[in-house]
């Protein structure tokens, strides 16, 4: 068995049904490999789009999403979703080309160290060859998975994908078969959290993003309720606390001044899977702060940490309910968890009293309005901005694996490849990318991407002309805003270019008439939103 065909058929044992990339002449024999065992390869205009596709993909349906692209810019190219998913803890497997030794002593064109380059961005970066695919494909494929999720790097060269592997087929097969166990993590001493839980009487809980790669949500929201804590999300954990959930008060960071007053009044602070990759602010705790994470329970952002349990989350918190006695003497609970939850909303995203939209629509009704008349399992994928920011909080969400932004690394271009992913992954749920005109531009051949594979899904392009959340800095300090300011462009024209269905709108009746359009046509549609981008200013909590 050739190297190349015990990577496409250890793969699709284990339920890989698609790959993800851009290719080159030295990539044809693996995607060739996968052609023959029924894997598609779906061809991306740019490597960060296949990772993003991938990466969201894998987080939905729990296994690795899996991309091949060439060697030297190929690898370059994808570094942002390499990184991407290694902050952000998605489950993605990357192959590249490399250049063979023999080879790279003749003629060493496109020659970059690709080992310990992307070993700077991944939970793993090591060259494939026949002598070691069978133990390295199965260590990279549980790695990808284990307790943090994220990326793994394996380079092979045209020369190995093609050799033979040292083992009759016969017993490849068997390994093939045979399933690959992922780690299991003990649960420590939880007695010293007890007692702290038992003292505390306005105890505040925050859930991070190991939740979400942990699959542990349904064990975080029986834990709050169990402690009758109100209960905050870091931005990438949006959803894992569903918004109607009586003790949720609303994503820790942006717009979050009664989160903050909360927290200060706090007498216990626990953290559930925090990672100060995902934290928009850290915190300096003056009381008891207990952290709960499956790698890392002394977070550097919320300090000082009395006690750290690091284990299953969700043993560790099952274990920590059945220990939590039902006749604690409260101080505070639901009420207060609404009342922050109301104010965010009605207060912190209220629309001021300056907006006309007579100049567009405010950018908080986008999401206020849209949310109106979607179904609550709608997937939505944020890009980086100001419009992210946002949706963290205007948005509200039901359940987890509904809600994805990349907060790790965060960079523009993330919405249409994730959401493209969501939709391959949920055919029948409805999927929105929210993309400001900044981050459609950086990407916007993807846009043929998008309508070759006519995926039914809806694009809201957030358009004011400019790179809002940095020029708004700008602005507060009085500099010059050339650097974040462009021409106005015709999103729509270029959308139709592209074979997608494109429609402007620039007041809330004509947006929500286009969205229900777009669902019921059940089309790729772009929506061009015309902002009042002034209205971020106006804002309490401004970006």
């Known amino acids: 068995m050739l190297t ?6 250890f793969l699709k044992n284990r339920g890989v049904k698609q790959v993800f990339g851009t290719p080159g002449s030295d990539t044809i024999n693996l995607i ?38 060439t060697k030297g810019p190929g690898v370059t190219n994808i570094t942002s979703g390499i990184a991407a998913a290694y902050l952000d803890r998605r489950p993605i497997i990357v192959f590249s080309a490399i250049l063979d030794p023999e080879l790279l002593a ?27 695919v069978v133990e390295l494909i199965e260590r990279a494929y549980s790695l990808s998975l284990e307790s943090r999720p994220g990326a793994v790097y394996l380079p092979i060269s045209p020369v190995q994908s093609v050799a033979e592997i040292n083992m009759s087929d016969d ?7 045979k399933t690959v166990s992922i780690k299991d993590t003990l649960v420590p001493d939880i007695s010293v959290a007890l007692e702290l839980i038992s003292k505390a009487k306005r105890p505040l809980t925050l859930v991070g993003v190991s939740v979400v790669g942990t699959n542990t949500s349904k064990e975080a929201v029986a834990f709050i309720e169990k402690l009758q804590s109100p209960a905050c999300v870091t931005l990438q954990a949006v959803g894992q606390i569903p918004c109607d ?85 409260l101080e505070w609970g639901a009420d207060e968890a609404h009342s922050c939850y109301d104010r965010i909303h009605n207060y912190e995203l209220t629309v001021s009293k300056e907006h006309s939209e007579v100049n567009g629509i405010a950018p908080q009704d986008v999401y206020k309005e849209i949310r109106k008349i979607t179904p609550k399992d709608t997937i939505i994928a944020a890009d980086a901005g100001a419009h992210k920011s946002l949706a963290s909080q ?36 409805v999927v929105i990318s929210f993309v400001g005109d900044g981050g459609f531009l950086m990407y916007a051949g993807e846009l043929a991407t998008w309508a070759r594979l006519n995926i039914p899904m809806i694009q809201v392009v957030m358009v004011d002309h400019s790179l809002t959340q ?24 270029i959308a139709r270019s592209m074979g997608i269905h494109g429609v402007s709108v620039n007041n809330k009746a004509a947006l929500r008439k286009a969205v229900l359009d777009a669902i019921d046509k059940n089309i790729p549609t772009t929506i061009e939103v015309i902002l009042d981008g002034d209205e971020y200013l106006r804002m309490p909590s401004a970006v």
């Open 470 to 493: 940095v020029k708004s800095k700008q602005e507060k300090q009085g500099f010059n805003t050339e650097a974040t300011s462009f021409q106005a462009i015709d999103y729509c024209a």
């Open 32 to 69: 060739n490999a996968f052609s023959e065992e029924g894997i598609r390869y779906i061809l991306t205009h740019h490597e960060n789009t296949a990772a993003y596709m991938a990466s969201t993909y894998g987080e939905i349906i729990g296994i690795p999403g899996v991309v091949i692209v």
């Open 106 to 132: 003749r003629n060493p064109h496109q020659e970059v160290a690709l080992v310990p380059f992307c070993g700077l961005i991944s939970k793993l970066s090591e060259e494939i060859t026949s002598e070691n």
């Open 245 to 329: 959930n009586k003790y949720y008060m609303g994503m820790y960071g942006w717009f979050g001044t009664p989160i903050d007053k909360m927290m200060k009044e706090a007498d216990l602070i626990i953290t559930v899977g925090l990672d100060g990759w995902d934290i928009i602010r850290p915190f300096k705790s003056e009381v008891p702060i207990l952290s709960i994470d499956s790698v890392d329970a002394n977070d550097r952002t919320f300090q000082p940490v009395t006690n750290g349990l690091v284990g299953d989350i969700g043993k560790i918190l099952s274990s920590l309910c059945n220990g939590i006695k039902d006749d604690r003497d």
């Open 4 to 9: 190349c065909q015990y990577i496409a058929k």
């Open 171 to 177: 017993e490849a097969i068997e390994i093939i078969n």
């Open 394 to 429: 205007a948005w509200e969400s039901y359940g987890p694996k509904g809600y994805f932004v990349s907060n790790g690394l965060s960079p523009m271009g993330f919405s249409i490849g994730a959401a493209m992913g969501a939709k391959l992954a949920e055919p029948d749920k």
